[in-house]
């Protein structure tokens, strides 16, 4: 009976089958979810953590289910399969659920989105789940690193073979334990309307709430606290969430005040608006991006951020409608994510094997494009969330070996994150950053 079911547990189901079988997005997904959903903001924490834990757990799960069902998993009712997977979740990783209450709440909506049969099929399979993650056999790692890897971490086996052969085993079980970890909440400080001294001192006035964790100067991580998008003062325009290695890409271009800027694929306006903070609002920043419908986010975040200087402009960076002569560009391209699994968990169920090099085409269009529209002389920042070869040194080298440009030093305290003259990663395994590659190139005269 529908009054007998968590209805917490029961909106995750919803939010589960759309991302596992449908193709949405997770965050959207949840967003939806919470908009529609009358919970408490304990609610909304809970949902968020199954939903995101048990997406970032799928393979483990069905590792777990498969040997204690009769029957494959594809065969039995996809929602059953969400509940069941929650419930595996839940039992190895959730602290604050006891397993007597996980297996009863799995088993009442087993029975609510299936039948008596299905609720009798939950209750066998999930009173046989272990309740530590020690107790788990996985596959032995000393005759498959990759299965072991694969299945303890949840990655696609395709990716860690691929991380294997180009960063070495170890440094690859590394990307996958930091790609497995939830990531914390960063922002980035508005400096126009307030200092970082100062947002620190206003998240710590009553308890310990935030901290100064990387060398990215606008940087803050966030240590607890309520949904920061919902804070006054995000609302006032004194932050925007951020994470730190996405920052990197606007002072690795170094804008100056009264110059014409260019970012190629805006949307959300992240990286406009910091070009725009980084000049004192001094600049004209044009943000130009594809799609006609985010192109309302970027005035939205410029609008809350006090900036009047970032420009939105509707095109296609492969024919931008723009004319050649600005002083810089930024590319921050589409590309596979891989270096914000922590973040999008759901990233790595929907990428494909020939996902790396597919993109790495579009992305060599792009930064082509903006070779094109720089002037002379002037500087293009190339920059992606992940670090496939493909994406990263490959279109660098392709690059420079096509256009008049050469790879030029950044800052100097980027050299902690240099692998060659003008290009620089940063692996996930690194406390407190997603994965990211940048490059920096000055046009010849």
Not at 15 to 20: E, P, Q, T
Request: with cysteine; aromatic share 6%.
């Amino acid at each position: 009976m529908k009054h007998d079911v968590d209805m917490v547990r029961n909106t995750a189901v919803d939010v589960l089958l759309r991302v596992f079988f449908e193709g949405a997005y997770l965050n959207i997904a949840l967003d939806k979810a919470l908009q529609r959903a009358d919970v408490s903001d304990r609610g909304r924490r809970f949902l968020t953590q199954l939903v995101y834990g048990t997406t970032r757990h799928k393979t483990l799960s069905d590792y777990v289910l498969a040997s204690r069902l009769h029957q494959p998993l594809d065969q039995l009712p996809r929602p059953v399969l969400a509940v069941l997977r929650m419930g595996v979740f839940q039992a190895l990783f959730l602290n604050q659920v006891t397993f007597p209450a996980m297996v009863h709440t799995s088993v009442e909506l087993a029975r609510y989105r299936g039948h008596a049969g299905m609720a009798r099929v939950a209750n066998a399979v999930l009173r046989k789940v272990p309740q530590k993650l020690e107790d788990v056999e996985l596959p032995p790692r000393e005759e498959d690193l990759v299965r072991h890897l694969s299945v303890r971490y949840s990655m696609p086996e395709w990716l860690v073979r691929n991380w294997c052969d180009e960063f070495g085993e170890e440094r690859a079980e590394a990307i996958c334990i930091a790609s497995n970890t939830e990531a914390p909440t960063t922002i980035r400080v508005n400096t126009l309307r307030t200092s970082v001294e100062a947002m620190l001192a206003a998240f710590n006035e009553k308890e310990p709430m935030a901290v100064k964790r990387t060398p990215v100067p606008e940087e803050l991580t966030l240590l607890s606290g309520p949904p920061p998008a919902r804070s006054k003062r995000f609302s006032e325009g004194d932050f925007i969430v951020q994470d730190a290695a996405s920052m990197l890409p606007p002072h690795l271009l170094e804008p100056k005040p009264g110059e014409r800027v260019l970012d190629l694929c805006a949307a959300p306006g992240t990286k406009s608006t910091h070009l725009a903070q980084l000049t004192g609002d001094a600049a004209r920043v044009i943000a130009m991006d594809i799609h006609p419908e985010k192109l309302g986010l970027v005035r939205q975040n410029a609008d809350r951020l006090g900036i009047e200087r970032v420009f939105p402009v509707c095109g296609d960076g492969t024919k931008p409608p723009l004319r050649p002569g600005f002083d810089r560009v930024l590319v921050d391209a589409p590309c596979t994510g891989l270096g914000t699994l922590r973040r999008h968990p759901d990233l790595k169920w929907r990428a494909q094997p020939d996902a790396p090099a597919r993109l790495a085409a579009l992305q060599l269009e792009l930064l082509r494009s903006a070779v094109d529209l720089c002037k002379n002389g002037g500087l293009v920042m190339y920059s992606v969330c992940t670090f496939t070869r493909a994406e990263t040194t490959d279109v660098a080298r392709a690059v420079t070996e096509s256009e008049n440009v050469v790879l030029e030093e950044g800052p100097e305290w980027f050299r902690q994150w240099q692998i060659s003259p003008g290009q620089y990663r940063i692996l996930p395994e690194i406390e407190g950053l997603d994965g990211f590659f940048l490059m920096r190139l000055r046009k010849g005269s």
